[in-house]
């Protein structure tokens, strides 16, 4: 049963528009919420997180919020740039220090031009 | 500044070969973890430590073997291969405790092994 779903497998938008990814999740004990960015044949990158006593949190052109009651987040990106274009994975940690960090199935990304 | 380093970049095994993939990290990190990326399935955790001495499985353990012995080297033996471990892994580290959150994990560039 897979509790971190990205349901949308690919987005494409235009350079400078906003991109907004989606990720829902199942397990209610989840406590911290984190994106991470994937270049081909290269290892992801973390991007932003959140805790669930928060309901966004932005760094730069990156925000991330959090609907709790929906079990959603979205990370939006604005404006988007080319450099962009990647696989962006939802992840997702639950409450305790060592806590397992379970990841949805990604979302691929293109910024047009 | 190397971060997380994994050996080899690339694999072909033939089924029933047996082989170490290797990660070590330079950042202090007690925190480790192995992922399978596979088309479709995103990263699965197979095997992860929270320090030397401890390990525990993940969502995919069967076929791998994982060992501890110090903070910076955290192995990942298949023991059997078989091509159902086609896959790219990825080792990561963090720190431990909820800076693990606020910073997240370090991955390496990954391996991709192939079992024919």
């Known amino acids: 049963d897979q509790q971190v779903k990205q349901n949308s497998p690919s987005l494409s938008v235009q350079e400078g528009r906003i991109s907004i990814l989606n990720c829902d999740y199942t397990?209610?004990?989840?406590?911290?919420f984190l994106w991470y960015k994937k270049y081909p044949a290269e290892g992801p990158t973390f991007l932003i997180s959140?805790?669930?006593?928060?309901d966004k949190n932005e760094d730069g052109r990156f925000t991330v919020f959090l609907n709790k009651s929906a079990k959603h987040l979205s990370l939006h990106i604005v404006p988007s740039q080319p450099g962009d274009s990647a696989v962006y994975f939802c992840?997702?940690?639950?409450?305790?220090?060592?806590?397992?960090?379970?990841f949805g199935k990604g979302i691929t990304l293109s910024v047009r031009p | 500044n190397a971060g997380v380093t994994q050996t080899p970049k690339f694999q072909v095994l033939k089924t029933g070969q047996s082989m170490t993939l290797q990660c070590a990290q330079d950042?202090?990190?007690?925190?480790m973890s192995w992922y399978r990326q596979d088309p479709g399935m995103g990263l699965r955790l197979i095997h992860y430590?929270?320090?030397?001495?401890?390990?525990d499985q993940g969502e995919v353990p069967n076929g791998y073997n994982v060992s501890r012995s110090t903070t910076e080297d955290f192995p990942l033996r298949l023991l059997s291969a078989a091509p159902s471990q086609t896959s790219v892994y990825f080792c990561?580290?963090?720190?431990?405790?909820?800076?693990?959150?606020?910073?997240?994990?370090?991955f390496g560039s990954g391996t991709r092994l192939t079992v024919v």
């Open positions: 990561a580290s963090s720190f431990a405790g909820t800076n693990r959150n606020n910073y997240g994990y370090t």
């Open positions: 397990n209610s004990m989840f406590d911290y």
């Open positions: 959140i805790s669930s006593i928060k």
């Open positions: 992840a997702a940690s639950g409450k305790g220090a060592n806590s397992k960090l379970t």
């Open positions: 950042m202090n990190h007690e925190y």
């Open positions: 430590s929270v320090g030397a001495g401890i390990t």
